[in-house]
């Protein structure tokens, strides 16, 4: 009995793991029960009361009322339906000195009145409240100039793109109530709503607000100037369902252990556009096939690493293409770090860029190793030395044309920024005419047993899967292109594998997949 690889194994358990966790995420949108008999815990909301929202804003979380800056009030709050405020909000010289600003959002019944000592008012009362943080602290984007202009306004630019992090506001944020009206175990509440129930008169617990910090994104700030004295924001409310509270309860507390473990700011708001505005079906199902994705990477990366170490020669590979793949994923991910993209996408175009520099330093052993080569090797360099003859006349022109278009009429933040994307625009634009060589060998050999299928397989799948994610987490307009750019190289691959296929008689030189290329008989055929 053969056991299966450690691969098989790992895959297995992996994929195990992740409809588990499905299933545990699953779990969060079916309402718990409370049993006739025992201690249950009743919404204050199931009483269809009146309520007030009182709005302030301070410098501090915790603020008395002499410390409060009053911002807006409803004395008939209407909690059923979604709605959205208009706030004018005052900024202390603190805030703009890199300080911090915070929302205090309070909801109470409106059969009481209150002034600002509504702040004030003591735990045990039927006080529901959140004080959301509105300030964050981020790296400006450095502005952009033209190169060629003025060089003493442009210095003074230069040095604005290398600041500390400031203070920005967050122009729009979202809170929200649940407005259930369920009834909750006392002995078994929700982990995730456990620190939110406030219980009154022994078994009713008050309207449950929070921030749905899935709502603010990045693109939501803006930046604190010393001239601020006062900003606009918008305030949006909308009822919630105990489901959807418990996913983002638990969303926040998984982005919090993100951000302990080195995600910046910018990669979280990358997750959020995933989770935000979705229903658990799709949810699911992204996850799912981000798994997926993530799984065909690894093996992708395994299959390739195992094909070029076995690799002893050259037979039916085009070096100009291997060279163009090890250097146009280093300038992609210079360019996706210039541009500050997510890690979700930074850290597997990091991999794949230091297994293509691999790649490059195996080609010039195997060429120092097989310097006069065989007739295999020698027809293989033939090939390829007539299709980079071609391309020449055509991509050099248009790489260099761009670069200096680009120098003329489009700002850039620094000489190294335009350096970065006129290479990535050509590797964007025209880099598929560097995967041609490899399709003209192939044309030329008529065979195309000597390619790592496996390992084409594996990057097949994902560059459909990136069509999908391309438009899920953002990244540049250039990068999204060349996902399906890359879509048309692989169908014309496939088509190759069809047009040329293997013949299963012969031998496979090793597990991979490579055969070797009788150009005995090809040379016959043209004789």
């Not at 195997?366 to 065989?374: T, V």
């Not at 360099?381 to 278009?405: K, N």
């Amino acid at each position: 009995m053969q056991w299966p690889s450690f691969t098989v194994i790992l895959t297995e358990i992996f994929l195990a793991y992740i409809v588990y966790s499905i299933y545990n995420l699953s779990l969060l949108f079916v309402a718990p029960s409370c049993e006739e008999g025992k201690r249950c815990l009743t919404s204050y909301l199931s009483q269809k009361p009146e309520l007030q929202l009182h709005i302030y804003s301070s410098i501090d979380r915790n603020s008395s009322e002499k410390q409060v800056d009053f911002v807006y009030a409803d004395k008939n709050f209407n909690y059923t339906h979604p709605n959205s405020f208009s706030l004018t909000l005052n900024i202390p010289r603190k805030t703009r000195n890199n300080g911090t600003l915070f929302l205090h959002i309070i909801v109470v019944p409106s059969s009481k009145k209150y002034g600002k000592d509504v702040i004030n008012t003591p735990k045990e009362s039927y006080q529901s409240s959140i004080a959301i943080k509105m300030t964050q602290y981020e790296v400006p984007e450095a502005e952009t100039f033209n190169l060629l202009g003025d060089k003493s306004s442009n210095s003074k630019k230069n040095k604005q793109s290398l600041v500390n992090p400031v203070t920005h506001i967050k122009s729009r944020v979202t809170f929200t109530i649940m407005t259930d009206d369920v009834k909750l175990p006392a002995d078994n509440v929700p982990v995730e709503l456990a620190n939110h129930l406030r219980v009154i008169q022994g078994n009713t617990f008050l309207p449950i607000v929070t921030c749905d910090f899935l709502q603010t994104r990045h693109r939501d700030l803006v930046k604190v100037m010393p001239q601020n004295t006062t900003m606009n924001v918008t305030l949006q409310y909308s009822p919630i369902s105990i489901e959807n509270l418990r996913l983002l309860l638990l969303v926040e507390a998984t982005m919090q252990n993100l951000k302990n473990l080195g995600f910046s700011n910018k990669d979280i708001d990358e997750v959020k556009g995933i989770f935000a505005d979705t229903n658990i079906y799709i949810l699911g199902a992204t996850f799912f096939i981000a798994a997926i994705h993530l799984l065909f990477d690894f093996l992708a990366f395994k299959n390739d690493v195992s094909y070029w170490r076995r690799k002893e020669n050259l037979v039916g590979l085009s070096k100009w293409t291997v060279v163009w793949q090890g250097f146009s994923q280093t300038i992609i991910f210079l360019y996706l770090l210039n541009e500050g993209s997510s890690l979700l996408v930074l850290i597997p175009t990091g991999i794949e860029s230091i297994i293509g520099m691999w790649k490059l330093k195996k080609i010039f052993k195997l060429r120092l190793k097989n310097n006069s080569g065989n007739m295999a090797e020698i027809r293989t360099r033939e090939f390829d030395v007539e299709s980079m003859h071609y391309l020449s006349y055509l991509l050099y022109p248009l790489v260099i044309g761009g670069a200096i278009y680009s120098l003329l009429y489009q700002p850039h933040k620094s000489w190294y920024s335009w350096s970065i994307n006129s290479m990535v625009n050509g590797v964007y634009a025209f880099g598929f005419l560097f995967m041609l060589p490899q399709l003209f060998v192939n044309y030329k050999l008529k065979s195309v047993a000597h390619l790592p299928w496996k390992t084409f397989m594996y990057k097949a799948f994902n560059t459909f899967i990136d069509d999908v994610f391309a438009f899920i987490i953002s990244t540049p307009t250039a990068h999204r292109i060349a996902c399906f750019r890359d879509d048309v190289v692989f169908l014309i691959y496939l088509y190759q594998r069809w047009l040329y296929p293997v013949d299963k008689s012969r031998p496979d030189i090793d597990a991979i997949g490579e055969e070797s290329v009788d150009f005995s008989n090809l040379d016959k055929k043209k004789n």
